[in-house]
């Protein structure tokens, strides 16, 4: 995060995430006398959406371990008069609560920001009830390939393997596909039920536009440039920002897909296996 202004950071975070958060809302199911978590809460969607919806009888806590996310969830809980929610500082692999204390589980768009996502789905078997429901959302490898295609041609005229492959694995390491999960959650102690597949798009009038984005500029392009030698890094971004510009005139404006998915999971009676699956 480039900025110190919460709001400034957090105000892209619903705009990203509401499509994957509509899905889980659209998955889960809700009664009486639940306790809930949400994974990753940032600044609170769908948590107090959840919590809302569920009810005086329901409780729902969230789990984020920034401190920006902390202090804003909660004046949205204050604000909004919000009774039946909590947020507390932690992480996914170490959850601050007793073994089978949830009835459902969610996390939207986070479980692929977590450290160890073994770790994670392991607590999440622990903290989760006999039968509970767990909804999660990702976004898929696929995600801004459009970028992605002119980033390796890029790097493939100027003859950079290394940083090819070290392309594939950040988007490995942060974007897991559709099998891999499923095989994770499977042997960490969750039933697949559903899988739906689905997408949205952003689109700019021209790569330049694309590069200035607030989101883009402070959530991937670290990550994008670490990529490649600092000496290299203007020279290599100054030739995609031009393609993507020439895409953008040719097909009057440039588009980047986000594809992904919704997991509907529960979980099993028995404990999870410990061997998961390996890229």
């Known amino acids: ?16 995430s509401a499509p994957f958060g509509l899905a889980i809302l659209d998955t889960i199911r809700l009664k009486p006398v639940m306790n809930i978590l949400d994974i990753g809460s940032g600044s609170g969607f769908p948590m107090l959406e959840i919590a809302e919806r569920a009810g005086a009888s329901c409780k729902v806590y969230g789990v984020d371990p920034a401190d920006d996310a902390i202090l804003m969830v909660n004046q949205k809980i204050e604000g909004k008069g919000i009774r039946n929610a909590q947020i507390i500082k932690g992480i996914a692999e170490k959850l601050p609560f007793k073994d089978n204390f949830f009835e459902l589980i969610v996390s939207n768009n986070g479980l692929n920001n977590v450290a160890d996502q073994e770790k994670a789905l392991i607590e999440c078997f622990r903290v ?5 429901q767990m909804v999660i959302t990702v976004n898929l490898p696929e995600t801004m390939i459009e970028f992605y295609e002119v980033f390796e041609k890029t790097l493939q005229k100027i003859g950079m393997k290394e940083e090819i492959r070290k392309m594939k694995d950040h988007i490995f ?27 949205f798009r952003y689109r700019f009038v021209d790569g330049t536009a694309f590069f200035n984005h607030y989101l883009i500029r402070n959530y991937f392009m670290p990550s994008w440039l670490s990529i490649v030698p600092a000496s290299s890094r203007k020279m290599i971004f100054d030739e995609i920002e031009n393609t ?36």
């Open 173 to 199: 390491e942060k974007r897991k596909p559709v099998e891999y999960l499923k095989d994770l959650f499977e042997k960490t102690g969750f039933s697949v039920r559903d899988i739906k597949l689905d997408s």
């Open 128 to 132: 989760g009830r006999k039968g509970a």
């Open 1 to 16: 995060m480039k900025s110190s202004i919460p709001s400034l950071t957090y105000d892209e975070l619903p705009l990203w």
């Open 244 to 279: 993507l510009n020439k895409i953008a005139r040719k097909k009057g404006e440039l588009v980047m897909t986000i594809p992904f998915v919704c997991i509907d999971c529960k979980k099993y009676l028995t404990p999870p296996r410990r061997q998961v699956a390996k890229k």
